[in-house]
């Protein structure tokens, strides 16, 4: 079975630009979160949709949007790029809205992104 | 304010010697706690999680963790560690009233020498 897929590995964009970055959860699963990690650092929650719905929100600035499809693969956007937008933006999937005992979250390989 | 600290920054162990990983966490309610590990170029996989019960838990590759109300600590331990066990560890907790909102650690990266 494939896992969570990210798409692109790579991508290099310039102050000022916007990016999209898509994931498609693992086949079966309705929830996806998405994280930002910086170099050095922990991941930072930044959203997570459930059936298409948003679920949760981090502190992140309005720059930052996400949404789910019909499939429930799903894009972040990120507007008016800053140099310290640069990090793996990290996708997960999960089979239910909320942790439980059996419920797991599975992460992608993520996304690298660098503003110049 | 709802925090997790590593305080090791990088671990060097021997192969074959035991290891363990400190978390310490700072959470207005019981919360759910994991230990997840990130190879270079890879995204990030659960060891092990604790809910509730029995304060030791065990993990995948041979890991285990312990769940210490008092210290407020979720330390992770495996008895021998192998080469293939460097990577980056990250400590997290998350909401036990639903959500994926997981707060992580800064991490330890584990170096193994031969």
């Known amino acids: 079975d494939a896992g969570v897929t990210q798409s692109p590995t790579h991508l290099i964009k310039t102050r000022g630009q916007h990016v999209t970055l898509r994931c498609s959860p693992i086949?079966?699963?309705?929830?996806v979160s998405w994280y930002q990690q910086v170099l050095g650092q922990g991941p930072q929650f930044i959203f997570q949709?459930?059936?298409?719905?948003?679920?949760g929100r981090g502190n992140f600035p309005d720059r930052f949007s996400a949404r789910q499809f019909p499939n429930y693969s799903s894009e972040l956007n990120v507007n008016a790029l800053l140099l310290g937008d640069s990090a793996l933006y990290l996708c997960?999937?999960?089979?239910?809205?909320?942790?439980?005992?059996?419920?797991?979250?599975?992460f992608g390989p993520g996304t690298r992104l660098t503003v110049l | 304010a709802q925090s997790v600290t590593q305080p090791d920054i990088h671990i060097t162990v021997s192969e074959g010697a035991s290891l363990e990983l400190r978390c310490n966490y700072s959470?207005?309610?019981?919360?759910?706690l994991f230990w997840y590990v990130q190879s270079p170029g890879q995204g990030l996989q659960l060891l092990l999680k604790?809910?509730?019960?029995?304060?030791l838990v065990q993990g995948i590759k041979g890991f285990e963790a312990e769940f210490k109300r008092s210290q407020s600590s979720f330390n992770l331990r495996k008895p021998s560690v192998h080469w293939s066990d460097a990577a980056e560890y990250f400590c997290?907790?998350?909401?036990?009233?639903?959500?994926?909102?997981?707060?992580f650690g800064a991490g330890t990266r584990l170096f193994v020498k031969a």
């Open positions: 997960a999937s999960s089979s239910s809205p909320g942790q439980g005992i059996t419920d797991t979250q599975y």
């Open positions: 086949s079966g699963h309705k929830s």
């Open positions: 949709y459930y059936e298409k719905e948003e679920r």
């Open positions: 959470y207005g309610a019981t919360p759910y």
């Open positions: 604790y809910f509730s019960g029995d304060t």
């Open positions: 997290a907790v998350g909401p036990n009233t639903g959500g994926f909102k997981t707060i």
